[in-house]
């Protein structure tokens, strides 16, 4: 059973989770796919052609509007698939995407974090950081 919420678009399941209406996409999916790719609305409405453009803004006033408690989902769903890989061993290759779309979110998260306190560093730097960390060059 669905219960309707303050935004059009936005339905609970019956778990609690936020999804888009009419659709079985949970709002989480959306904004992970959002700071992972760094897609605009207009992105993420051309990689899901199903949605409208006005879903897809009332998920995202939804997750603005709920951010802290998204991202400790998020967050959450980090350590899971850390955990699961350490006790699986070798990982199955979902796994490993799903790990490094939830450390690049994080990576996201923390850049924005460092930009609200202040802290900048020069583009270079970061980009050289980021290459080293993810094993690629220019």
């Not at 678009?9 to 999804?19: C, F, K, M, S, T």
């Not at 997750?63 to 006790?87: G, M, N, V």
């Not at 799903?98 to 690049?104: D, F, H, V």
């Not at 730097?125 to 290459?131: A, D, I, L, P």
Request: charged letters at 20%; zero cysteines.
């Amino acid at each position: 059973m669905l219960t309707n919420t303050e935004y059009k678009y936005v339905q609970l399941n019956e778990r609690g989770a936020p999804i888009i209406a009419g659709t079985t996409m949970k709002v989480i999916e959306l904004v992970m796919a959002q700071i992972a790719y760094g897609w605009s609305a207009d992105e993420l409405q051309f990689q899901h052609p199903y949605l409208r453009m006005s879903q897809i803004y009332s998920a995202l006033a939804y997750y603005w509007d709920h951010k802290e408690e998204i991202d400790a989902e998020i967050e959450e769903s980090l350590q899971w698939a850390k955990q699961a890989k350490k006790e699986v061993g070798v990982s199955p290759v979902k796994l490993r995407q799903l790990i490094e779309q939830l450390e690049t979110i994080a990576d996201i998260q923390q850049g924005f974090k460092e930009l609200n306190a202040g802290q900048t560093r020069p583009l270079n730097q970061f980009v050289q950081e980021m290459q080293q960390k993810y094993g690629t060059s220019s």
